[in-house]
């Protein structure tokens, strides 16, 4: 997307939405209202180092302010990335997949080059904040969100506000623990022994039908057995689903199970009235009859798990934003930010 000029129709100020990641930097410039004025996408090149990095999306801020006709109107940064970060110094400190930007002052640095504060968040968060303001959430003044893909990323919002965490790992929903057994499944990513991730996520998912696959040959999936481990993914499962393989059915119902279990313990926490389930892990999602079998199925387990105001009260859906609930939540909390701070002052 690219623009000349901001759209008549646009409300200053403006406010940079970035949304970092292991292979490309969205950078979105958002109105007050919302509404995109001008997008860019820019490789990551992780392994060029996070000052190049820094100075990619620089040049995106600089070039597309002069060219929307901006300049001055922009006072503020939201920037999302991938965790373990450490927010109030602003650095990102261990994200896997970036290796080469470990211990590096994110926030810092694109101030020195920018002259802008930057508003950062976990990248979960950021669109946790996006479904909030613009998306599934707008709705309620609370909201969780659960974005299910290789792993489960978590984003909680209580009356408006973001919940990021003494230890900048607020809101990280897929840690916490579903199966306390001896022999319970271990998290990819984080290590962890029962939590959610390790059920819910896309990884998970391939990894338990993998292991149980072996008692049902009768299944189309029994044939990639013989297949390296990686070949067993969720869209496999997905895909024999919407054909009818019943082994596989059972696969996404039991995924469902689980992750109701994680839901019903969020919300007895929380009460927020409103769970949104975003991620590529969602067997076809709302347009899908798998994506809804399993949105049926979670909302079942809930329904079993808690109690009758609780489930009348709380809706549980799929995310609408997609892959930009990222960059716009970010732009987002900086507005919320930015905001705050006028009115302070």
């Known amino acids: 997307m690219t623009t000349t000029t901001a759209p008549e129709n646009s409300t200053a100020p ?172 271990i998290c990819r990513w984080g290590g962890g022994r029962g939590h959610l991730e390790a059920y819910a996520s896309a990884s998970g998912v391939a990894l338990r039908t993998r292991r149980r696959l072996i008692e049902h040959p009768e299944s189309s999936l029994y044939p990639l057995l013989s297949e390296p481990e990686n070949k067993m993914t969720s869209k496999c499962v997905y895909e024999a689903a919407l054909a009818g393989d019943a082994f596989a059915l059972a696969m996404v119902d039991d995924t469902a199970r689980w992750l109701g279990v994680g839901v019903t313990t969020i919300i007895h926490v929380i009460d927020p009235g409103s769970v949104v389930l975003a991620g590529a892990m969602n067997f076809g999602g709302a347009e899908c009859p798998i994506g809804r079998r399993f949105l049926n199925g979670v909302r079942e387990e809930f329904r079993i798990r808690t109690f009758p105001n609780v489930y009348q009260g709380t809706e549980l859906t799929f995310a609408t934003l997609g892959s930009d609930a990222g960059y716009l939540g970010a732009a987002g909390y900086a507005r919320k930010q930015h905001t705050d701070l006028s009115l302070k002052s």
């Open 14 to 185: 403006y406010y940079w939405g970035i949304d970092v990641g292991g292979t490309s930097i969205k950078c979105g410039l958002v109105d007050s209202a919302g509404q995109t004025i001008a997008f860019e996408q820019v490789p990551t090149l992780e392994s060029e180092g996070p000052i190049a990095g820094v100075k990619r999306i620089a040049e995106v801020i600089a070039q597309t302010e002069t060219r929307c006709g901006v300049v001055g109107k922009v006072p503020r940064i939201g920037m999302g990335a991938p965790g373990p970060m450490d927010l109030p110094r602003g650095y990102l400190v261990a994200p896997p997949q970036l290796p080469s930007w470990w211990d590096f002052p994110i926030c810092g640095e694109l101030t020195k080059i920018t002259g802008r504060e930057v508003s950062f968040l976990n990248d979960a968060n950021a669109a946790a904040y996006g479904e909030f303001w613009l998306g599934s959430g707008a709705r309620n003044s609370s909201m969780v969100l659960l974005t299910l893909g290789t792993g489960v990323g978590g984003g909680v919002v209580i009356e408006n506000e973001l919940v990021n965490g003494v230890n900048s790992f607020g809101s990280e929903c897929g840690h916490i623990l579903v199966d306390p057994g001896s022999d319970a499944q």
